[in-house]
């Protein structure tokens, strides 16, 4: 990267000649240290951490709705009421399926035809509307957003979000904020069967071999192992282990070596090998099926509720829906399922993950609306306030739920997720609320408010087992390179993709794994690997 962070030398000048502040305009300075002018009709002249956010005005507010439909939109949902009694901000949605919310997202964007407030963006996301000005470099007004600072500064998340900035030294998207790194996906097993065949629930991925193994010999004609996700999710739990990366968790292809202090590419690595090398081993056997890389989700499902199969990669949802489905298969109190601690690797008892998730980018043209001030404390209050989150996820209290000595229950007609099976009402379908479009980030007493009894040790066993590996120093692209980068990456990805699957099912020997990374060289390695250094050096550089 030739180009480095934008200074920002006519700052004194600029602030000389602003003697004159318009009454309908506030100064607002942000992280990149640009003074600019925010038009504040409707905003609160004092809002702080802690205040509920009411608008002066009440105005009406666009934003893109990616639509779930296992609980599809509703125009009369309580929770756009609520918003609107409780802020004087009227919603607007544009509503739009999930299955094709990113390709319509970068289209309305393109267009210009995209709402103000653009919710359900992964960081990372952001990186290809950056050049042309489309969004909003939203950290030069974080100072308009009292609870996100709050919380930023709290939790020590400051060196996560310098991940987010792109080579101008800004970042582009507000992500969603956690407490602490909170595990999900791991392996669900039939711990009844284990159990009764005197199996130990294995805590290593050596120790699911053995189990594997034993299970075979006791069931002949059972594949002691098969996934879902084509499993994606399985190698991206099992990589951090073996010291890499994989499947979900692949990403860019890169892996930060900190002894080198520079970025290899992951698929090359002997710890990638050696991860490849154990998966083979289960598959050559036939403890892994191999239909687990290929077969739809609903497949091995069927497989793992009929008894083909004893485990299967899952979350805190699917595990309560094999249950279901179990006792129909299996009959009740026939079988136990239960998630457990992803098992450790040759490098330990590791756990990766971000305390930042999906968030939300602001359309560029907020610029231009009389409204600004007012949105961005709107968006702070929504999305990073105590009160706002608890609302988004939880509802009314006295109405969805209620809260005594700190304990929020569901009211008793209100179900979610399993946890008042004798709800009439669900949380999600009939109200609105703990949808992906609003409910994310805070606290993690929030966050497990929600989890059941068994989630909350399977949470609290992965926190008291596990040591959390630290985040990578992040590659600003330029907006040139990072359309380099995107031509590079893919074929790369793709090859090592292949070869993955082809390694694993025995389908190619690994003993050519070493010609397999030198194969990568013809896709462009050496200049993916030499552009995404360069950056790195530049942005150590100038951070110094």
Known sequence: ??????????????????????????????????????????????????????????????????????????????????????TGVTLEPTIVPMSDYSQKRSLLISSGDAPLVIPKTYPGEESAFVSSGAILPISDYIDLMPNFKDKVEKWGLEDELEGLRQEDGKYYVLPGLHEEVWPDYTLLVRTDVFEENNIAIPTTWDELYDAAKKLKEIYPDSVPFSDRFQFNSTLNIAATGFGTKGGWGFGNGLTYKEDQDQFVYTATTPEYKEMLTYFNKLVSEGLLDKESFTQDDDQAVQKFVSGKSFMINGNSQTVVLHRNDMNKTLGEGKFSVAKITVPGGPKGQLMSGSRLENGVMISGKIQKSENFKAIMQFVDWLYYSDEGQEFAKWGVEGETFTKEGGTRKLAEDVNYNGLNPKGT?????????????????????????????????????????????????PIPYSSEDRERVTLLSTPLKDYSDQNTLKFILGERNLSEFDTFAKELDSQGLTNYLKLANDTYKAYKENKQ
Do not use: H
Request: charged share 25%; net charge negative; glycine share 8%.
């Open 1 to 86: 990267m030739n180009q480095k962070p934008r200074k920002f030398v006519g700052k004194m000048v600029l602030a000389s000649m602003m003697t004159v502040v318009l009454a309908a305009c506030s100064s607002g300075t942000g992280a990149g240290g640009d003074v600019t002018e925010v038009q504040t009709n409707a905003a609160m002249e004092t809002y702080n951490v802690g205040d509920t956010f009411k608008a002066t005005e009440p105005f009406n507010l666009s934003i893109l709705y990616s639509d779930q439909p296992s609980y599809p939109y509703k125009k009369d949902w309580l929770l756009f009421d609520k918003i609107t009694e409780l």
């Open 425 to 473: 009402k669900d949380l999600r379908i009939d109200y609105g609320f703990s949808g992906g479009v609003f409910a994310y980030g805070g606290t993690t007493d929030l966050l497990q408010s929600m989890f059941s009894e068994e989630e909350l040790k399977f949470q609290q066993d992965m926190k008291d087992t596990k040591e959390v590996i630290p985040a990578e120093p």
